[in-house]
């Protein structure tokens, strides 16, 4: 591929396309063309500083997306369901998506999705609530129904990137914190269940790898997960990091759905599916399937020492 390959790429300043934005920036194969709602913003101007041409769209507004497209050979294309929590809106986004890259005549599309846990979670399952318009896991059940299948129907040439739990997530929402008995705690419903997680940073290396082999990619859902983890696991090497033993407090999945704040009930579901129905989960990640795109991916020890600072020190965590 030659530097002349314009790749277009969607959330270019979130945490898949600002991945993906900075490992193609980084080889220097491809000409970036970072799309974000604010080009003015710290890190769509980080991104300019390393090379991309950062433009404005919103996938609300299809001329706006197919501005971002024209003459571009390929995109990253990934969505924001959790700005607005919608699945109708998602399928809206996902339908203008569609339509701009096929007046753009784009040659490889790689998009980021989710199966649909419906296809294992049977209607009359008791085990979590349904949501919404019969939805156990809505942001995963529109990517992997819907959106996948307007995907296949369009006729553009698409790669399917099959997303796992990003290792971020223990630097924000799921970092350890301090209970009221002094000690440092992950609370997240796995129960003993091992999940499939990734490194936000190797997003950015399987697309890379994926673009650079389409003949061979066209067409596959690539599983994009780094390893496989247990609370206790994870907890483990936090600990280890932070100088500070990190328990692993599991809460029930009923007891998640309960916490209140916007989205708890879906993602105590999502949180359910993991631990529940690891057969499907861990089973469409194939560790050995994912080498054959990514041979070396960072460990969680790996990844959360790079990320040492974000993650703050014990006293720190409260």
Same mark, same amino acid.
Not at 230 to 240: I, N, P, R, S
């Given at each position: 591929?030659s #530097?002349d390959?314009v790749?277009?790429v969607?959330?270019a300043?979130g945490t ?11 080889d220097?194969?491809l000409?970036?063309?970072?799309v974000?709602?604010d ?11 390393l090379g991309? !041409?950062?433009?404005?769209a ?8 197919r501005?971002a497209?024209?003459?571009?050979? %390929?995109a ?7 700005? #607005? !929590?919608?699945?109708a809106?998602?399928?809206a ?5 569609i ?5 753009a005549?784009?040659r490889h ?9 419906r296809?294992?979670?049977v ?11 019969g939805?156990?896991v809505p #942001? ?6 819907a959106?996948?299948a307007?995907f296949?129907?369009? %006729?553009l040439?698409v790669t399917?990137?099959?997303?796992s739990?990003?290792?971020?997530n223990l630097l924000? +929402?799921a970092?350890?914190q ?5 000690t440092?705690a992950? #609370?997240?419903?796995? %129960? ?5 997680g990734?490194?936000?940073?190797d997003i950015?290396?399987?697309? +890379? ?14 599983p994009?997960?780094?390893?496989y ?11 280890e ?12 999945h009923?007891?998640f759905r309960g916490?209140?704040?916007? &989205?708890?009930d879906?993602?105590?579901n999502?949180?359910?599916y993991?631990a ?5 989960y861990l089973?469409?990640?194939?560790? &050995?399937?994912?080498r ?13 020492t790079?990320h ?11």
């Amino acid at each position: 591929m030659s #530097h002349d390959k314009v790749i277009t790429v969607l959330g270019a300043t979130g945490t898949q396309g600002g991945a993906v934005a900075r490992a193609l920036l980084a080889d220097g194969e491809l000409s970036v063309r970072a799309v974000t709602r604010d080009a003015a913003s710290p890190k769509a101007q980080a991104l300019a500083g390393l090379g991309a !041409r950062v433009v404005e769209a919103t996938l609300t507004d299809e001329g706006s997306l197919r501005r971002a497209f024209d003459g571009a050979y %390929g995109a990253f294309l990934v969505t924001p369901y959790w700005e #607005h !929590r919608s699945p109708a809106r998602e399928l809206a986004e996902v339908k203008n998506l569609i339509s701009a890259a096929q007046a753009a005549g784009l040659r490889h599309v790689v998009w980021s999705t989710l199966e649909d846990t419906r296809e294992v979670i049977v209607a009359d399952d008791d085990r979590m609530p349904v949501l919404g318009d019969g939805y156990r896991v809505p #942001h995963f059940d529109v990517k992997g129904g819907a959106a996948d299948a307007l995907f296949a129907k369009s %006729g553009l040439p698409v790669t399917y990137l099959l997303m796992s739990f990003y290792w971020d997530n223990l630097l924000g +929402l799921a970092r350890p914190q301090r209970d009221p008995d002094g000690t440092l705690a992950v #609370h997240l419903p796995l %129960g003993d269940t091992a999940i499939a997680g990734v490194a936000s940073d190797d997003i950015g290396k399987v697309v +890379l790898w994926v673009l650079r082999q389409p003949a061979e990619t066209i067409g596959l859902t690539v599983p994009v997960v780094g390893e496989y983890l247990t609370g206790e696991q994870m907890t483990a090497v936090l600990g280890e990091l932070l100088g500070e033993p990190v328990a692993y407090r599991p809460p029930t999945h009923e007891q998640f759905r309960g916490f209140g704040f916007p &989205g708890a009930d879906e993602l105590g579901n999502m949180f359910q599916y993991y631990a529940e129905f690891p057969e499907s989960y861990l089973g469409r990640r194939d560790l &050995g399937a994912a080498r054959a795109f990514n041979p070396d991916p960072l460990s969680l020890t790996d990844f959360l020492t790079a990320h040492r600072a974000e993650l703050g020190d014990a006293e720190e965590l409260r």
